[in-house]
């Protein structure tokens, strides 16, 4: 059987290159494009070499129309308004499309789970395993301890260039939260706090956002009762986790029916 190739979106960038390394290190995959932005100043260049792999003969380019009719898979870590493009030519090229972008809008799911029609599409706000598992225990922890006793609140800390807030990792936790309490999350989640805000009310789940330095991306889910409380944390130390997470991602994808997936699918902590 022939390796999956992969196209890399981004692929000078910190993240696309990590993807580029970890393709390189797992069987069954290979990078037969590589993309980004127009006027980037890789265009042109080896992709391999630039992400310290060595010469693999694919050059940088801006053009992803060739590069998807002619790939089995995109790995795309981008921005919500590019992820929801390529899902559109995933799905006239129906192959499939790895997102891990984060800030996406209500508008932007709509158009990528609509592309899902015809592309085989996994949307996760972080493809870490360990992530994941997390989200699992935390739906199980917010349904098992009741609402009216203990409070849940969010903290996450990431890099001074991260642009979105909360972050995709966090929403994913709150997600699971809300689960697990049977709520929506859209209209039970405090985002901000500022001033004489009252007390908490009952039942919201809370975010706070912390920004600085390198932090490639830590992860609290408190879940606070009187005289007690139970912290799930998780610490992630190199974005090599979230590449690995999607090119496996990308290789499950490859044997599934269209249709819009979660990591969780991939890792079968829903099974």
């Known amino acids: 059987m022939s390796d999956m190739g992969l196209v890399v979106v981004g692929a000078a960038g910190r993240m696309g290159q990590a993807i580029i390394r970890a393709i390189a290190a797992i069987e069954g995959v290979k990078v ?14 080896d992709a391999g070499e630039l992400a310290g792999v060595g010469q693999i003969g694919v050059a940088i380019t801006d053009d992803p129309l060739p590069l998807f009719a002619s790939a089995d898979g995109v790995i795309d870590f981008s921005a919500p308004a590019a992820s929801v493009e390529y899902a559109g030519y995933a799905a006239q090229a129906r192959i499939v499309h ?33 992530v994941n598992l997390l989200a699992a225990l935390v739906e199980q922890a917010a349904r098992a301890l009741p609402a009216a006793d203990f409070d849940i609140e969010i903290l996450e800390m990431h890099h001074r260039h991260k642009v979105d807030a909360p972050s995709g990792t966090a929403l994913l936790l709150g997600e699971a939260a809300a689960k697990g309490r049977a709520i929506a999350l859209a209209e039970n989640s405090v985002r901000t706090r500022d001033g004489h805000t009252g007390a908490r009310e009952a039942g919201t789940i809370g975010f706070a956002t912390l920004r600085g330095g390198s932090v490639v991306g830590d992860h609290s889910v408190l879940l ?35 249709g819009l997936y979660a990591m969780r699918d991939v890792l079968g902590l829903d099974g």
């Open 32 to 45: 037969v494009g590589a993309l980004d932005r127009k006027g980037a100043p890789a265009i042109g260049r």
């Open 98 to 130: 790895v997102i891990g972008t984060t800030g996406c809008s209500a508008q932007d799911d709509a158009a990528i789970e609509a592309a899902a029609r015809h592309a085989t599409i996994v949307k996760s706000g972080n493809m870490s395993l360990g």
């Open 224 to 258: 606070a009762g009187t005289g007690e409380r139970i912290t799930l944390f998780h610490h992630a130390e190199d974005r090599s986790i979230f590449a690995r997470g999607a090119v496996q991602a990308a290789l499950w994808a490859k044997d599934q029916k269209p």
